[in-house]
């Protein structure tokens, strides 16, 4: 396991790599969150068969906070950085896995770096991008609220971190607090300016394997929504939610969650 320090156009950027020969897997996290939250798939026979790689992304954990943060606390942004550091590590084509924020930053790279095998996504309601979206795909709450708010109080930190993530783990509060609050207004407005593009439509377009795993009690998104949309090719034909878990399935639920990474895994990593 190794923990590497890269310089991209945007920031230097922590990232953990587990090595090895196998095919690769980008992990991308959420909001206000760190590469840590995917311990248990470092910990987890996944990292023997597959390259696993988790990036902080600019403005969060062991990473620096942008340099120009209106271009690098975007979508287009944070895809760029998960690019640069890919490509930094020698890794021409992956799976991706992205989370809440990270999902969205996943499906957006699919249209501008069109190079990976398959993505999978979990608490991410692929919506326009417009406020009229975001109401379609997500819950409204106080907490959902905190995801756009560049300033927030201890206690607001301490909320996300147990809403966001059950049971809380330790790194989640310092994830938190320590987050450059910037790169949450800046990615909230570009998003709903319309120049992240409409994520409902991408996936009911695009070809690249699709898998979505969420949580039966996910605050923070519509499930009903996920109904909705006519896929394109969607792992499964279905969408996979686990039953009494909460945002993040992957953390709360690694035992139910693994398996399905590394059949999709599987899958897009097959020859024809």
Same mark, same amino acid.
């Given at each position: 396991?190794?923990?590497?320090? &890269?310089?991209? @156009? $945007?920031?230097? #950027? !922590?990232?953990?790599?587990? +090595?090895?020969?196998?095919?690769?897997?980008?992990?991308?996290?959420?909001?206000?969150?760190?590469?840590?939250?995917?311990?248990?798939?470092?910990?987890?026979? &996944?990292?023997? @068969? $597959?390259?696993? #790689? !988790?990036?902080?992304?600019? +403005?969060?954990?062991?990473?620096?906070?942008?340099k120009d943060p209106e271009a690098a606390y975007t979508m287009a942004g944070y895809?760029?950085?998960?690019?640069?550091? &890919?490509?930094?590590?020698g890794v021409e084509r992956a799976v991706l896995f992205g989370w809440s924020l990270?999902?969205?930053?996943?499906?957006?790279?699919?249209?501008?770096?069109?190079?990976?095998?398959?993505?999978?996504?979990?608490?991410?309601?692929?919506?326009?991008?417009?406020?009229?979206?975001?109401?379609?795909?997500?819950?409204?709450?106080?907490?959902?609220?905190?995801?756009?708010?560049?300033?927030?109080?201890?206690?607001?930190?301490?909320?996300?971190?147990?809403?966001?993530?059950?049971?809380?783990?330790?790194?989640?509060?310092?994830?938190?607090?320590?987050?450059?609050?910037?790169a949450r207004e800046i990615f909230f407005a570009n998003a709903l300016s319309g120049?992240?593009?409409?994520?409902?439509?991408?996936?009911?377009?695009?070809?690249?394997?699709?898998?979505?795993?969420?949580?039966?009690?996910?605050?923070?998104?519509?499930?009903?929504?996920?109904?909705?949309?006519?896929?394109?090719?969607?792992?499964?034909?279905?969408?996979?939610?686990?039953?009494?878990?909460?945002?993040?399935?992957?953390?709360?639920?690694?035992?139910?969650?693994?398996?399905?990474?590394?059949?999709?895994?599987?899958?897009?990593?097959?020859?024809?």
């Amino acid at each position: 396991m190794t923990v590497h320090n &890269l310089s991209t @156009r $945007f920031a230097r #950027i !922590a990232v953990r790599d587990s +090595g090895g020969d196998g095919p690769a897997i980008l992990f991308i996290h959420g909001n206000s969150s760190a590469k840590e939250i995917f311990a248990h798939q470092f910990d987890s026979p &996944l990292a023997r @068969r $597959f390259r696993l #790689i !988790a990036l902080d992304l600019p +403005g969060h954990g062991d990473s620096e906070n942008a340099k120009d943060p209106e271009a690098a606390y975007t979508m287009a942004g944070y895809g760029a950085t998960a690019l640069e550091v &890919l490509t930094q590590l020698g890794v021409e084509r992956a799976v991706l896995f992205g989370w809440s924020l990270g999902g969205h930053v996943a499906l957006d790279m699919i249209s501008r770096f069109p190079n990976f095998l398959g993505v999978m996504i979990s608490g991410t309601p692929p919506v326009p991008g417009s406020l009229e979206g975001v109401a379609l795909g997500f819950q409204p709450s106080t907490h959902m609220a905190l995801s756009s708010t560049g300033r927030w109080s201890d206690a607001d930190a301490e909320t996300y971190a147990r809403v966001t993530a059950r049971p809380q783990a330790p790194f989640m509060l310092a994830a938190a607090r320590r987050t450059d609050g910037i790169a949450r207004e800046i990615f909230f407005a570009n998003a709903l300016s319309g120049k992240a593009g409409d994520q409902r439509k991408l996936v009911e377009t695009s070809k690249v394997p699709l898998a979505i795993v969420n949580g039966g009690e996910d605050p923070f998104v519509n499930a009903d929504y996920f109904d909705t949309l006519h896929y394109a090719n969607l792992w499964d034909g279905k969408v996979h939610v686990l039953a009494g878990v909460g945002h993040a399935p992957f953390w709360e639920a690694p035992g139910l969650f693994n398996p399905l990474l590394e059949r999709f895994a599987s899958d897009a990593v097959r020859p024809g």
